[in-house]
């Protein structure tokens, strides 16, 4: 896990993706709409991304991309982010770990 606490440290959001993995985009997008700024590793562009990808699936990411973290904290997946967006609760993680300053709707 020390591998992933080196890339989420200090950093509000942080989104594991696979630059041809449609999830991942569409995960990246809906964050970037609330006016956050991710911080993006795209893991199938890097040497050792298959070291990245093990330990999110040690995790318990399945499928391993998108793995999202807020705040340092694994999040989850697709999934779990969609569903904190219809339960209006993931404007208040992104305020909290300050990815946003403001969120008004």
């Not at 020390?2 to 696979?18: E, G, M, N």
């Not at 040690?58 to 991309?65: D, E, F, M, Q």
């Not at 999202?68 to 999040?75: A, L, S, T």
Request: aromatic letters at 8%; one cysteine or more.
């Amino acid at each position: 896990m020390d591998v992933l606490a080196r890339f989420t440290a200090d950093k509000p959001v942080v989104i594991f993706s696979k630059s041809t993995c449609c999830m991942s985009h569409t995960v990246k997008a809906l964050i970037c709409n609330f006016g956050a700024n991710p911080t993006v590793i795209e893991v199938d562009k890097m040497a050792n991304g298959y070291l990245i990808e093990r330990a999110l699936v040690h995790l318990g990411c399945h499928p391993s991309v998108p793995a999202v973290f807020i705040g340092q904290q694994f999040i989850g997946g697709a999934d779990k982010v969609i569903g904190l967006k219809i339960q209006n609760k993931l404007s208040q993680l992104l305020l909290n770990a300050k990815a946003i300053f403001i969120w008004g709707r």
